[in-house]
């Protein structure tokens, strides 16, 4: 054999077998449209080689025209699958150029078929017969066709592709196939181009495009291959991952399955299998599938299962599966539609995990939630949980009540919202230290008219939240107020005790405890913080001449079960003595034992004493009474006497001197006349000795400082009693600034009682009674007292006689008073008078000397 | 003492008293007039010498104001006050006021006659002063301004020059000043016109 068949035959056969390996390597991976262009590209360069071979060896010219005539088709079919091998493998290169070369050859080829000859030859003429590696090989004569340069745009345009691809390529990072696919092509098209001008100048036999076919096919067969090695090993690390990853999905419990539509069949791994009580060699379809699902569920499978096929949704179903000891449990599953290339699913794959402690924790959290929920609007508390910055996060019904909201509504808005401005910053502040202390704080506000006490929970907050708080609100508004009754009542009871000086006792005679009030404590002067109440520390203070009759008085109460009420001393330790008035009241069981006593106890000290100086002021004004009308009776009698007894007196006198005078006037009468002195005389030392005894008896005048306005107030109180009886409206019109005068106390009280009491009796007959007493200054040196009564008046006649002694209009009257009050008035340097009646009524007016210190 | 008939007036509202009283005086030698209450005795003419015996309880007008209204109308008439009652602190008062004498009743004929006899020499004496005094102010009155000024430079004891010399004037003119003087008012020395001064009140010059 010669060596261009062998070289061209191993060149055609090499094309061949790379082409054929590729084409298995497209059967089995249909979308490997490189690997089918490799193998036709190959199987063109094959063809190249073959007609090269017989160009070669052409025995005409005719012949060598038709060869080269055919050879055409493959020589184009080799460009082009280059061109849309290096797009689909490098993925890059303009699709436009590429589809722009496709079309130049394609029109190459057609007029190629349309020219007499070829493209390449016009016609040609003869062959000539040359030496090529030792044999003769035929080289075409003729004349070249002017289309030719067709080809050779066609070339230009492949190079700019090739170029422009590989750049691609190399800057998108697939610098090694860039290079190899890239450089082998532009290589080829440069051996090309030389042969072709070796071959023109008669140098080479032909243009021996095979062997740059050649090249291109081994540089393409090289990465290709590279491939199929890379594509080895990924087969090796997917099998590897894929052991590793149902090695995961076993431990992580993850069912994993795919199902395939065309086929009906599930692929699912063991964890899968086991769950759906599958054995290992049984096939899957979806309806046996079902059979494994919980009755309930089983539709809603199905509608989730047709959304994620016609629609390509995503799969995502909880359901429950039934296994076979009957027990159920939930799984969840997700997974993805696979489609083809016409939007049709081929396969659905997904995932499923056991989700059944999930869900009964879920469940058990629901229940819990509800439960709590149940309890929290059970109650009346206004509870809720609030961020920090007081929006509510959730609420009892209470609370939406208490808001006038529903839960929806008020969840979200703001609890600070309701507190007033003042107060919203106190409240923040208390969160504030709730959540730092972390511990639950209590407070009491007010609001909308109500009180509350809160409690404020601090809610554990996770990384990056804000702190959380439960508030409890109880609404305390009744219970405030009850308890501030209560309060004052309790407040109000111990003002009363204070001020009544009335404290209370009890005493358990089973536990034979007593307390007593605060008051008790303070009547019986017992420092309550060193000694507490009992029945020692009573008898203690109790005067030692009263314990007999105070123990008898309690043990008689027991005896005979009725209260007692007794006024009894207390000794003071410093000898002051208190008067008391106890009551007590015992309580008897119903077999009639004794269990408590409770009693009270008043003090009457003041009572008592003003009672006794009352009572001494009254016997005293009642001696000095007596005393005075003894006294003005004396007087009045003495003048009534001494009057005529002067009168007698000076009659017997002028009666003697003219017995005297006349000579007759005999010893005898002038005798009569001196006995009838004489015993004048002794009358009237008589009158004036009575006089004197009287005037003995007379208490002392202590003159003091008064102030008048005083007096008239002692003298209403004396006789307020009688006021009261009789019904008299007392009126008293005072001057504020009253000057003092000097005068006996009790002496000039008398006066105003004795005018009082005879207003009084004045207004016997009147139906209203009006009494007023008017103090005035009657002049800088003199103060006036004016009593008026609303009495009927006084006629001409009684007015005259007024102030005589012994004249009264009272039928068991001795008609002193008012001579009496006319004595003390006038021994007061002072003046007593009736006015003139007025509508007013009767008035007597009195006069007194203002006190000067100077004149005292 | 009995040259003029002396009166005791007698004011007393009890009438038995009153005239048993006025029977007394006249058996004693007085005149007496009576009068029943305060007014009527006010209003009455008063004779000297004479006084009154005065009740201090009077029913018009108080016996001790009856006193002061005299002593304001510059009667002279001495008082001698009666009582009933014979207080001591109104007995007090009254002779502050000037009373002769307070008559407790009854009292005794020789008390009553020591009193009206202490009154009326009280009066006559009164009566008299007040009549020098009538002289001599009628005397002063005869001088001319300018001798009156004059007087009163004399009665200091100094001498005419150093008059003269104090008025502005000559110590002639103070001479013949001063001679009118002594005749006008009838004196013979410095001492009886400085006596006469007195009298009249009229105080040096200073």
Not at chain 1, 54 to 59: P, R, Y
Not at chain 2, 4 to 23: C, G, H, M, N, P
Request: glycine share 6%; aromatic share 6%; proline share 3%.
């Amino acid at each position: 054999m010669s060596g261009i068949t062998l070289i061209w035959s191993i060149n055609a056969g090499i094309c061949l077998a790379l082409a054929g390996l590729q084409l298995l390597v497209w059967l089995r991976a249909r979308n490997a449209w490189a690997n089918l262009l490799f193998s036709i590209g190959a199987v063109a360069a094959a063809a190249c080689a073959v007609g090269e071979q017989a160009l070669m060896h052409a025995q005409s010219p005719a012949q060598y025209g038709k060869i080269l005539f055919w050879m055409h088709l493959p020589a184009g079919v080799m460009v082009v699958t280059v061109v849309w091998f290096i797009h689909f493998y490098l993925k890059t290169g303009r699709k436009w150029l590429a589809w722009l070369i496709t079309g130049i050859r394609a029109l190459v080829l057609m007029l190629n078929f349309l020219m007499p000859c070829n493209l390449t030859f016009q016609k040609i003429s003869n062959l000539r017969q040359m030496s090529f590696l030792n044999e003769t090989v035929s080289v075409p004569i003729g004349v070249m066709n002017p289309w030719r340069r067709l080809i050779l745009v066609g070339v230009v345009l492949f190079l700019v592709y090739v170029l422009d691809a590989t750049i691609a390529g190399w800057k998108q990072g697939n610098r090694r196939r860039s290079i190899v696919i890239g450089g082998a092509t532009l290589l080829a098209i440069f051996m090309a181009a030389v042969s072709s001008n070796l071959m023109v100048r008669g140098i080479l036999p032909g243009p021996l495009a095979s062997m740059s076919f050649l090249l291109l096919v081994f540089a393409m067969a090289f990465e290709l291959s590279l491939d199929l090695i890379q594509a080895g090993q990924m087969s090796q690390e997917l099998k590897k991952n894929q052991e590793r990853m149902s090695l995961v999905a076993r431990s992580a419990n993850l069912g994993l399955w795919e199902w395939d539509f065309d086929r009906d069949e599930i692929w699912a791994n063991e964890v899968s299998r086991a769950r759906f009580g599958v054995e290992a060699s049984e096939r899957i379809n979806f309806d046996r599938l079902l059979q494994s699902i919980h009755p309930d569920d089983r539709d809603a499978i199905r509608q989730a299962a047709r959304n994620t096929l016609e629609n390509g949704e995503e799969l995502q179903l909880e359901y429950r599966i039934v296994q076979q000891d009957g027990t159920e449990r939930w799984l969840a599953t997700t997974g993805q539609v696979e489609l083809d290339l016409h939007k049709k699913p081929l396969f659905l794959r997904g995932v499923t995990m056991d989700i059944t402690e999930r869900k009964l924790s879920e469940e058990a959290l629901r229940k819990s939630e509800q439960l709590a929920r149940i309890l929290l609007n059970a109650t009346s508390n206004l509870t809720h949980l609030i961020r920090a910055d007081g929006i509510i996060i959730d609420l009892n019904d209470a609370m939406a009540n208490a808001l006038g909201g529903s839960r929806e509504e008020l969840i979200g808005t703001n609890v600070f919202d309701l507190f007033p401005e003042e107060l919203r910053e106190r409240r923040k502040a208390l969160l504030r230290r709730v959540a730092a202390e972390e511990k639950m704080l209590r407070v009491e506000d007010a609001g909308r008219g109500r009180i509350y006490d809160s409690e404020i929970y601090p809610m554990k907050s996770t990384e990056g939240e804000q702190d959380q708080f439960v508030i409890f609100a109880y609404d305390i508004t009744e219970r405030k107020k009850i308890e501030t009754r209560l309060k004052e009542e309790e407040t109000r009871l111990k003002e009363a005790q204070r001020i009544a000086h009335i404290g209370n006792w009890e005493l358990d005679l089973q536990t034979n405890v007593l307390t007593w009030s605060d008051e008790i404590s303070r009547i019986f002067e017992i420092d309550k913080e060193h000694f507490g109440a009992s029945f020692e520390a009573f008898l203690a203070a109790v005067h030692p001449d009263d314990r007999d009759a105070v123990n008898k008085a309690y043990k008689r109460s027991l005896e005979i079960r009725k209260p007692y009420n007794i006024m009894h001393r207390l000794l003071m330790p410093d000898g002051r003595i208190k008067y008391v008035q106890e009551r007590c009241e015992t309580y008897f069981n119903p077999e009639g034992k004794p269990v408590r006593s409770v009693g009270t106890v008043q003090d009457i000290t003041e009572r008592v004493s003003v009672q006794n100086e009352r009572r001494e002021l009254r016997h005293e004004l009642a001696h000095l009474n007596r005393i005075m009308l003894m006294n003005e009776l004396a007087t009045s009698l003495a003048h009534e006497i001494n009057q005529p007894l002067g009168a007698i007196m000076n009659n017997v006198a002028a009666a003697k001197r003219i017995c005297s005078r006349s000579e007759k006037g005999t010893g005898e009468v002038v005798e009569i006349l001196e006995d009838v002195i004489r015993d004048a005389n002794r009358a009237g030392q008589i009158v004036l000795k009575i006089r004197g005894i009287v005037k003995k008896e007379d208490p002392r005048r202590e003159f003091e400082i008064l102030n008048m306005n005083v007096k008239v107030d002692d003298a209403i109180h004396l006789l307020q009693n009688t006021l009261k009886i009789n019904q008299v409206n007392v009126h008293l019109d005072k001057q504020q600034d009253l000057l003092p005068v000097r005068g006996d106390r009790v002496r000039l009280e008398q006066v105003i009682i004795n005018l009082v009491n005879n207003a009084i009796e004045a207004m016997n007959e009147n139906l209203e009674k009006y009494l007023t007493i008017h103090t005035a200054m009657h002049s800088s040196e003199m103060i006036i007292v004016s009593v008026t009564n609303s009495g009927p008046g006084i006629d001409a006649e009684t007015r005259r006689k007024l102030f005589e002694p012994f004249f009264s209009t009272k039928k068991s009257g001795l008609g002193m008073g008012l001579r009496i009050c006319q004595s003390i008035i006038e021994e007061h340097g002072g003046r007593i008078w009736l006015e003139d009646p007025t509508e007013d009524g009767t008035t007597f007016s009195f006069t007194l000397k203002v006190h000067q210190e100077d004149a005292a | 003492m009995s040259s003029q008939s002396e009166t005791v007036y007698i004011v007393e509202d009890d009438a038995s008293f009153r005239k048993s009283l006025q029977r007394l005086i006249r058996s004693l030698g007085f005149e007496s007039v009576a009068f029943e209450s305060a007014n009527s005795f006010l209003q009455a003419d008063i004779c000297y010498p004479g006084c009154v015996l005065l009740d201090v309880k009077l029913p018009d007008i108080d016996g001790l104001i009856v006193q002061k209204l005299l002593t304001e109308k510059g009667c002279l008439l001495p008082v001698i006050f009666m009582t009933g009652h014979g207080d001591i602190p109104m007995s007090v008062s009254a002779m502050k006021e000037g009373a002769v004498d307070f008559l407790p009743k009854p009292f005794g004929e020789e008390d009553l006659l020591c009193a009206i006899n202490t009154a009326i020499d009280r009066n006559i004496s009164d009566v008299q002063l007040q009549n020098e005094k009538k002289e001599s102010n009628a005397l002063i009155e005869t001088l001319t301004p300018r001798e009156k000024e004059v007087l009163t430079w004399i009665i200091t004891g100094k001498l005419n020059k150093q008059i003269a010399c104090e008025i502005g004037t000559t110590e002639k003119t103070i001479k013949v000043h001063r001679s009118r003087v002594f005749q006008k008012t009838r004196v013979s020395s410095v001492a009886e016109l400085v006596r006469l001064a007195e009298k009249v009140n009229i105080s040096p010059a200073s």
